[in-house]
């Protein structure tokens, strides 16, 4: 699948789909991004997001369940080098990044709820390949997530 809108995707498979139903910003040159989803929850620290970039990740995208937390960043230029690195088809984080500006001139389609400057915590705390249920939408390990500046939709199966 090479170009959608998740507008379209909606049209023709709304019985199949679930909408992640929060308001996300768009960061990086990739405004559309799509692929089958790597599930993170963590809280404030972001070792294991570090440590999942750094594997190959083509055709995946991470969802990171950061709990909604604005006190520090998930994310920031570093780790969104290593999603183009590592080939990562995108990012979904419940949660902050910084170097946003560095970010948006980076080749990489990354999603969250806003931006911090304060660099998380580093615990190695985390759970992977858990459900997630983001503000009331379950998103699964191996679910396949489409991504556009209109929003992220979520399919049990590849669509398309």
């Not at 699948?1 to 992640?20: F, G, N, P, Q, R």
């Not at 989803?37 to 620290?45: A, S």
């Not at 969104?80 to 902050?96: K, P, S, T």
Request: glycine share 10%; charged share 25%; with cysteine.
């Amino acid at each position: 699948m090479e170009s959608y809108h998740t507008a379209d995707l909606w049209d023709e498979y709304s019985d199949e789909l679930t909408v992640l139903n929060i308001s996300l910003n768009s960061y990086g040159k990739k405004d559309l991004f799509y692929g089958q989803v790597v599930t993170l929850k963590v809280y404030e620290d972001n070792s294991l997001v570090k440590r999942e970039l750094q594997t190959h990740g083509k055709g995946k995208v991470l969802v990171v369940d950061g709990g909604g937390s604005k006190r520090c960043a998930l994310m920031g230029d570093n780790l969104a080098q290593l999603v183009i690195d590592n080939e990562w088809n995108g990012v979904i984080i419940y949660g902050c990044i910084r170097d946003s500006m560095q970010i948006n001139s980076m080749n990489v389609g990354i999603k969250a709820i806003g931006t911090c400057p304060i660099k998380s915590n580093k615990r190695n705390e985390g759970i992977k390949g858990q459900d997630l249920v983001i503000e009331g939408t379950r998103i699964k390990n191996d679910d396949h997530l489409y991504a556009d500046r209109d929003g992220v939709l979520i399919a049990h199966r590849m669509i398309r």
